[in-house]
């Protein structure tokens, strides 16, 4: 039997009709939602209000807070209010302008006498130290500073050949992470009484340059703001000594615990320093957990020189065995000085 019909099966097709993403609603609770936490963020940010460890740790993921906060822009936009739609743009713009800076370099003028900083945590000593001699023997830099320094990583850079290249020191090695301590290939002179030192030792030396010149090199390692330390941690950054505008020149090189996102670092270079990264237009370079699993994720090791001193390079090397990057600093001294 023929049961054919010429009668449609199944009525109309019905083609749903797609909205562009740009034309969706998006409620207005979820847009307050997604854009408090990041406007909260910028207000402590930039009225420096992290108070406590935790806060102090987390201030340090501020460049990709500011990467985050796009999503949130975007969400109070398609939410069409006005008033969440106003605080997304000034929480975007106020984090966007906390970091961009550091993407852009500073004129620095010719001249002047070049001098190089290199700046290492060992953890522990646990670095691999030949790679250490390496850089120094590569690229000669005036003065070495070393965190993280025990009696066994002395013996072992002496051994890779430091002894010769850098025989001049002031040591204050330890076998823990206090251990700290300033090589050169010109003269170190112990500078004792320059500030309270508040956590792991941190030496500081005056270096006389051929022709008389003179620098302060300071070894800065304050203890990390974890727990309780985190009182020392912010005062032993606020007892490290102030930029001179005359004199010998001074420099700030180490494991500082701090990104430029914390106020306590951003209240020492306003006391007459400039941050080499951030002046060379890499202060976004992580240089901390190096060789793990995940890449370096923070700024933490820095070089500060004094205002008179323009940062002419800045450079970030991996050494195996710790997990912080060494950091590698030419400034310029004017001559005269």
């Known amino acids: 039997m023929d049961t054919r019909t010429d009668t449609p099966v199944g009525g109309d097709i019905v083609i749903p009709s797609r909205v562009p993403l740009l034309r969706r609603r998006v409620p207005g609770k979820l847009a307050w939602l997604a854009v408090t936490p990041f406007a909260a963020w910028a207000v402590t940010r930039l009225a420096g209000l992290e108070r406590g460890s ?25 939410s069409r209010r006005k008033a969440v739609s106003a605080v ?73 050949g430091l002894k010769e290249l850098m025989p001049h020191r002031v040591l204050e090695d330890e076998w823990s992470a206090s251990g700290s301590g300033l090589f050169s290939s010109h003269p170190l002179t112990r500078l004792d009484g320059l500030f309270q030192v508040i956590g792991h030792n941190m030496p500081a030396a005056t270096l006389t340059l051929p022709g008389g010149a003179r620098v302060e090199v300071v070894d800065v390692h304050p203890l990390p703001p974890l727990g309780r330390q985190v009182t020392a941690w912010a005062e032993g950054l606020r007892a490290l000594p102030s930029g001179p505008s005359s004199g ?49 994720l923070i700024t933490i090791d820095h070089v500060l020189a004094d205002l008179r001193m323009p940062v002419r390079d800045y450079r970030v090397f991996d050494v195996p065995g710790t997990d912080h990057r060494a950091v590698l600093t030419t400034l310029s001294l004017p001559e005269g000085n």
């Open 54 to 78: 935790f806060p102090a740790q987390i201030m340090t993921a501020t460049p990709y807070a500011a990467v985050g906060s796009l999503l949130p822009l975007l969400l109070a936009a398609l």
């Open 248 to 296: 010998p020149f001074r420099i700030l090189a180490g494991d500082f615990n701090a990104s430029l996102d914390h106020v306590e670092m951003r209240r020492l270079l306003a006391r007459g320093y400039r941050d080499a990264g951030d002046a060379t237009g890499r202060g976004l370079i992580p240089t901390w957990p190096a060789n793990k699993r995940v890449p370096a």
């Open 88 to 160: 997304a743009v000034v929480t975007t713009a106020a984090l966007g302008l906390s970091v961009l800076p550091r993407l852009f370099a500073e004129h620095a003028a010719p001249g002047g006498r070049p001098f190089t900083v290199l700046s290492t945590n060992l953890l522990f000593g646990k670095a691999d130290l030949a790679t250490v001699v390496g850089l120094v023997r590569r690229y000669r830099p005036d003065v070495l500073s070393t965190q993280e320094l025990t009696p066994s990583a002395v013996t072992e850079l002496d051994a890779a």
